[in-house]
């Protein structure tokens, strides 16, 4: 098929003094007018600025914005492409910036409720507001100024942050990898897709309750998923067969419940795995921040985990879900099926994306975050814990000792679904346990704290006892 001709203009107002936000706000308009489409190239930002008298950098700016809010990708050969449908754009040109827009799949009824709650409680929230705001912007300067034209290729196009994540990876979380064994995706999700699509498992195990959305990938793809159930200390490894060759788990930080697999059970896992050649899906979703608990690195860290143990990691809970962002560190032997599943699905991460977080690695930004993240979410947790054992000392409290969410459980009494309506209209949001079970579905709510300010902690607590009541 012939290639589409990249366009000259974007037929912008010509005002040297339009925004980034602006800019970038007018491409999500020309896709959801239907203008463009999917695939359709864009003008390099030499000819943007050139045609509109807009100065070049604060068109860079904007195609960094639409990168980071999955509206456009890099493609090798194209350049800039348009990533979002029509729909999709549609679902937030009403609003006033891209600034952590997204394009949304809920359905009108979903969005007339959404919104902005008083307190957010949800689990896996970061406090962005956390982020060195000038270091961020000096990464995505410096990764434009490397990939200007977009139009090369390479076999691991996302290179420069593998080897940034190798090197973050081994100090943070003590995990040792080649850079060519760390895969780059748009999200946690295209990363277990690709696992699955590389093993090709009959039959498959995680836990329950447990992360619905890797639930979905496993249900979709693998003739037989069980799911599993948990106790205190994470997945019960007891309850897997011989007859499983793959299985999900989340052992820093069991999701959702927060138990910590200890020890034993890790090496009972890696027994399994190496006994019957299975593979463990290793979620670290939110295993940098470690509160009261003892030192305890991932299962991939283990002697004789790295033949086995696919460990997957994300920006989403460290920076932001907005990145869209996340990486697998495979055993050698699967490394180039994983890359080819991840191709057939297009799983595409834009590269001023990647080279942004690269940048932010490797300049030291990163690491100051996450030991300013880690002071601030110890001190927010302290309080809501604090708060919950006093006002409401017959609740069970668990998972508090590490991560970015508790959980807080109940005998009988109301309903989890009913208690988060009644919190929503109060203003607060969380999430209610039972709904991330199939077999398995406790009473009881997540409550993120990352971004719960010390001093509402004992009014939110209060709000729950309401709630409750």
């Not at 670290?284 to 991939?300: S, T």
């Amino acid at each position: 098929m012939p290639r589409n001709r990249r366009p000259d203009t974007l037929h912008l107002p010509t005002d040297a003094g339009a925004s980034a936000e602006a800019v970038a706000e007018h491409v999500v308009r020309l896709i959801a007018a239907g203008r463009l489409s999917v695939g359709d190239p864009l003008p390099s930002t030499r000819a943007v600025a050139l045609d509109s008298g807009i100065p070049r950098s604060r068109v860079v700016r904007a195609y960094e914005l639409l990168g980071a809010g999955g509206y456009v990708t890099a493609r090798a050969g194209s350049g800039v492409v348009v990533a979002a449908g029509r729909e999709a754009a549609r679902s937030v040109t009403a609003s006033p910036g891209l600034r952590g827009a997204r394009p949304s799949s809920a359905r009108p009824a979903d969005r007339r409720q959404a919104r902005r709650p008083r307190l957010n409680l949800m689990p896996g929230a970061p406090d962005t507001s956390l982020i060195d705001e000038r270091a961020w912007r000096q990464a995505w300067r410096e990764s434009s100024r490397r990939v200007p034209d977009l139009d090369w290729y390479r076999p691991n196009e996302h290179e420069v942050l593998s080897h940034a994540l190798r090197d973050h990876l081994r100090q943070v979380r003590g995990v040792v990898a080649d850079a060519a064994d760390i895969v780059i995706f748009p999200g946690v999700t295209a990363a277990i897709t690709a696992v699955v699509d590389a093993v090709t498992p009959r039959r498959a195990a995680m836990e329950d309750p447990g992360y619905r959305w890797a639930r979905k990938p496993l249900q979709d793809n693998v003739a037989r998923l069980d799911l599993l159930d948990v106790d205190d200390d994470g997945l019960r490894v007891d309850r897997l067969r011989d007859a499983h060759q793959l299985v999900y788990v989340t052992p820093a930080h069991q999701y959702p419940l927060g138990g910590r697999m200890p020890v034993e059970r890790r090496h009972d896992l890696l027994r399994w795995a190496r006994t019957h050649h299975g593979v463990v899906i290793e979620d670290d979703f939110d295993g940098e921040f470690r509160h009261d608990a003892p030192p305890l690195g991932p299962l991939r860290a283990m002697s004789g985990a790295a033949d086995q143990v696919v460990y997957v990691g994300t920006a989403s809970k460290t920076l932001t879900p907005h990145l869209r962002l996340a990486w697998a560190v495979t055993p050698a032997r699967l490394t180039d099926d994983v890359r080819r599943a991840a191709a057939e699905r297009r799983a595409d991460v834009c590269r001023i994306t990647s080279g942004a977080l690269a940048h932010f690695i490797q300049s030291g930004a990163m690491a100051k975050h996450l030991a300013r993240t880690q002071r601030t979410y110890a001190a927010r947790r302290q309080r809501l814990v604090a708060a919950l054992t006093e006002q409401l000392p017959d609740l069970r409290i668990t998972g508090a000792d590490s991560g970015m969410h508790l959980t807080v459980r109940w005998a009988g009494g109301r309903d989890d679904v009913e208690v988060v309506e009644r919190l929503r209209r109060r203003g607060v949001a969380t999430a209610a346990l039972s709904s991330y079970g199939v077999e398995h579905r406790p009473n009881g709510l997540l409550l993120g704290y990352a971004q719960l300010p010390e001093t509402a902690a004992a009014g939110a607590v209060r709000d729950l006892a309401h709630a409750l009541d």
